[in-house]
């Protein structure tokens, strides 16, 4: 576990410069009297429900002003972690993750959830999915509770599959993802392979390629904590995937992140798309895809083990930091309780209920109906997502998709925008993880004279 002085030492030397930035937002004068609460959240079409379906809260609670701020992934996450780590107070509700949750929670960042939630009549934290209730949970409590869950899989056209003769394998494999890309294209000119993420950031381009480095047998750290970014295998995992997308991806793939892939799947100009297992609320959305119902789903492809997808949460916390952790509660519980995937279907389509956190969302008959098709790749996914399934090495950190130690929001937005340089063809692959091999060894030091 990673200490408290550990946890401070590197996340306070990297948000400094975002602070500043952070001010301003916020501002909880209430109206009539009321108390105002500020929500920071990611921007992504599950918080855009949200948002557009706020007022239900605030006809429950009219004491309670609700105020989102909603940016970008990674401006997010800076702006986020900014104020939580300097306690500044900006926010009373965040977006964090199963990365930051309990080391959060470790430096009393964040408030203790689960008296509230056992508090709160039928809230029920057994039913969250049982791995994403325990990624959240530190010394036995949840510090933050779950809007979605996610996994990583692979959707795909069927019916371009269909017209062209190609079958996807029960498991592909990478390989034969990249020979079903070329096959695509030339049965289909003009539709692009696949897309995959190429923006910069731990959380944007590194998610999936590390699910491509675990599975080619390559590791960040060795156990030892010795820096392993220009092995044979990372070498080879990395350059797979720049290949990939620069021969079969989306143009200007540099500066695609989730957002974009799923606009450019929904909109049919990609016949594959490998990334996190809520892009469902995208892709089977008949307001926002033309693909609704025409896909189909594989597991995330692997090379050299048993499976590759990754385990991950969008969760709502309060840091300690809040002044209105009731009123806060309030809204956390309205977001993520039993009810919020019913209203959230009846209001918007079933297509858009917010998958992966509760077990009960997948018992109600009208989301089973519109989820049948990737229900049961989304729990599988979810059930497999554990390091001895997905990585062929020991290492000496948690995460499939990051490294749950403090350092990484600084190297892996280090070692993404490299990978990004490199997918723009900016620089090569062995330029790139030549220079990110020399910050992760910057950050093993640390680790082997701690130890």
């Not at 995959?196 to 750290?221: C, K």
Request: aromatic share 10%; net charge negative; with cysteine.
């Amino acid at each position: 576990m990673t200490t408290r002085r550990a946890w401070k030492a590197a996340t306070l030397a990297g948000v400094l410069a975002a602070t500043t930035a952070c001010a301003g937002f916020g501002g909880t004068s209430g109206s009539s009297g009321g108390t105002s609460i500020v929500v920071a959240v990611v921007s992504n079409p599950q918080m855009t429900d949200a948002i557009a379906l706020a007022d239900d809260f605030r006809e429950e609670h009219p004491d309670i002003d609700v105020q989102f701020v909603s940016l970008p992934e990674n401006e997010s996450r800076a702006k986020i972690t900014a104020s939580v780590a300097t306690g500044g107070g900006e926010f009373d509700v965040v977006m964090v993750s199963n990365y930051e949750t309990a080391m959060w929670a470790e430096n009393d960042w964040l408030v203790n959830l689960q008296p509230y939630a056992d508090a709160t009549d039928r809230y029920d934290t057994e039913d969250f999915i049982a791995p994403v209730r325990e990624s959240l949970s530190y010394e036995g409590d949840m510090y933050s509770v779950p809007f979605y869950g996610e996994s990583s899989f692979l959707v795909y056209r069927q019916d371009i599959f269909d017209e062209a003769g190609l079958t996807m394998p029960e498991q592909p494999t990478w390989s034969d993802v990249r020979e079903l890309a070329a096959a695509v294209e030339e049965s289909e000119p003009g539709m692009n392979g696949i897309c995959l993420r190429g923006l910069a950031g731990w959380g944007e381009n590194l998610a999936p390629l590390n699910t491509v480095i675990n599975t080619f047998g390559g590791q960040w750290f060795d156990e030892q904590w010795d820096a392993h970014l220009t092995s044979p295998e990372v070498r080879e995992a990395v350059q797979f995937y720049v290949d990939l997308v620069r021969d079969h991806g989306q143009a200007g793939a540099a500066t695609s992140g989730f957002a974009d892939c799923a606009t450019r799947y929904g909109q049919g100009q990609a016949a594959m798309w490998y990334d996190a297992t809520s892009m469902v609320n995208v892709v089977e959305s008949p307001d926002d895809s033309v693909t609704a119902g025409l896909n189909g789903y594989a597991p995330a492809p692997v090379v050299e083990t048993e499976s590759s997808g990754w385990l991950y949460t969008w969760s709502l916390g309060i840091p300690e930091s809040s002044e209105h952790p009731d009123e806060a509660w309030e809204f956390v519980a309205w977001m993520t309780d039993r009810d919020y995937p019913h209203l959230v279907g009846e209001e918007l389509g079933w297509e858009r209920v917010p998958p992966g956190s509760r077990v009960s969302t997948y018992e109600i008959p009208e989301y089973a109906e519109v989820a049948s098709a990737f229900a049961d790749p989304t729990l599988e996914s979810m059930e497999a997502a554990h390091q001895d399934n997905v990585m062929a090495r020991p290492v000496p950190y948690d995460g499939i998709q990051f490294l749950a130690i403090p350092e990484f929001q600084d190297l892996g937005t280090r070692v993404g925008q490299q990978i990004s340089a490199a997918v723009a063809g900016q620089i090569t692959v062995d330029e790139a993880l030549d220079q990110s091999q020399r910050y992760a060894e910057t950050v093993g030091e640390s680790y082997q004279e701690a130890g």
